[in-house]
């Protein structure tokens, strides 16, 4: 067994990976009697759903992951409509925008977001969007528009502008040929970057915890926050269960964009 | 030689050219326009205000008069024994979640770039941490380190309250910020090894090169470019993170995890000090700016 050590660390990885996983699990399946017994039990000795019901009595999560769902779907969609020409410019047009716009993606990624998030949260204020919705949508459409556009950009650069020009030789205008021509071959990317800025959004907690601090509007990952207690103390299976609830939507993107990984990693492995 | 260099250059229509570039420049500003506007009102603006409320008394509170104060911030942020407490920490937390995690994602890229049996399965495993929400990841953790009811007592047969603990917090918090980038930087590292040519190995091989001859000699140079990317992005993430650590710890226990954008948020939006928050926002952007900027230009600097 020439490669017994490389099992070996391969195994310890995996335990290092999982173990959080598997203990998230195993403490919403308890009930509150096991989870108070001086030794924790890897696995429950009488399973209960009880739990995740429980969650949902204990906080809005309901109300909750529909605000969260709404954000997210208002954000991630404006955040593509809007940048989705701009990446279309940056990819096809050289010159200064093009070189401003990809400085400010890596500003955007080094400066620490405290500094925005201060007089953000005083425009807000000053336009009374402090506590709504559509206040945290403003916020998270700047917050994921750099990445956004910077994803965009790469799938234009990758549709060949021979393709274009055919067009244009075959009499199209630019819109035209960007319609019939460009957007269908961008569609993947576009849903790609959908996903991603969906994910942001649904995932996101400091500017929601700046943002709303009124418990009727608060989005998920708050609301979950809130399952600890204001000293810490928590019930701990509803506390397990609202976080598995909550990380669905993310599996599933991930579920999703895995064959894309796999095949841009396996893409790599053929060319090397 | 120099025959292509002093062809003359084609004849050009006087007047073309430099209509047609202002008519693709209006073309370009029109493109660009839906996202410039919310980019210049709700980021570029903010920065800049931002930048400049460093420079002023402001209080987060509504009607509050506004004064310029110049560096005043500043001295009072260098004087403040807190700052330089919280400085200290990010960067104890920021240097070691970035080597830890791209030590760890290293060794288990290179793993997983080995035909080895269960490869599959790794492989999920290794990006599900990117997939869960943040405040998930904090959670799922703090039931990890659950005094009474959590695994890890469970599995030592202690009862140390490890997030609570003055000396084992900061790195009880570290482990989750390696367990949490992991997998980005992992991915990265593997598409980097899968991008090193085969040939190399090859050559190393007739060469009669060891294996850890070949990864220091070949792997390392080939993956310089990749590691020096990811380990500054890793860097600048880890050092303006926020929302794992208010969930695991809130900064506590007195302050011993207060990184420095806690210590901002805390600033801001609970004593409401808004110009001192900016400052503290303000001087981490530019030493993360120096720090980065040193670390790029030495790795420039040995590739040549």
Redo the contacts between chains.
Sequence with gaps: MR?FP??V??AA??V??????L??L??ALKTPQE??LA??T?IPREPTLANFADAFGEQDLVGAAVRSLGVALAASLITV???L??A??MAR?R?L?NKI?IG?VLV????????????????L?DLDLVNTLPGLV??H??FT?PFA?WMLQGYVRAVPPELEEAAAVDGAT?LRSIASVVAPLLAPGVVATLLFAFISS??E??FA??ILQNPDVMT??LT??R??GPEGVAR?GP??AA??M??IP??I??AII?RR??S??MA??V?? | MTATATRPAPPRRPHARPRRISRQTREMWLLMLPALVPVLLFSVGPLLYGIGLAFTDARNTRNHETSFTGLENLFDLLSAEDFWSSFRIGMIWAVSVTVLQFLAALGLALLLNENLRFRGVARVLAVVPWAMPPVVIGLMWKLVYHPDAGILNGLLGTHVNWLADFSLALPAIIVVGVWTGMPQTTVVLLAGLQGIPRELYEAGEVDGASRWRRFWNITLPQLRPVIVAITSLDFVWNINQFGLVYVLTQGGPGGQTRLPMLFAYEEAFRYRFAGYASMLGLAMAIVVLAVLGLYLWRQLRETR
């Design positions: 490669r490389q099992y660390a391969l990885y995996v290092f990976l999982a173990f959080p996983l203990w998230l195993s403490t989870m108070a030794d924790p890897w409509v809007i940048s020409p701009a279309y410019a047009y010159g925008v716009a400010w955007s990624q080094v400066f620490p977001f405290i500094l925005i998030i201060i007089p953000l949260f005083m425009i204020r403003v916020v459409v700047t528009l556009l630019r649904w995932n907690f400091m915890l700046v998920l990952p979950l926050v399952f600890t701990l506390l397990a976080s598995l909550a990380t993310s599996l993107f991930f895995q990984l796999k841009g990693l790599g492995a060319k090397g």
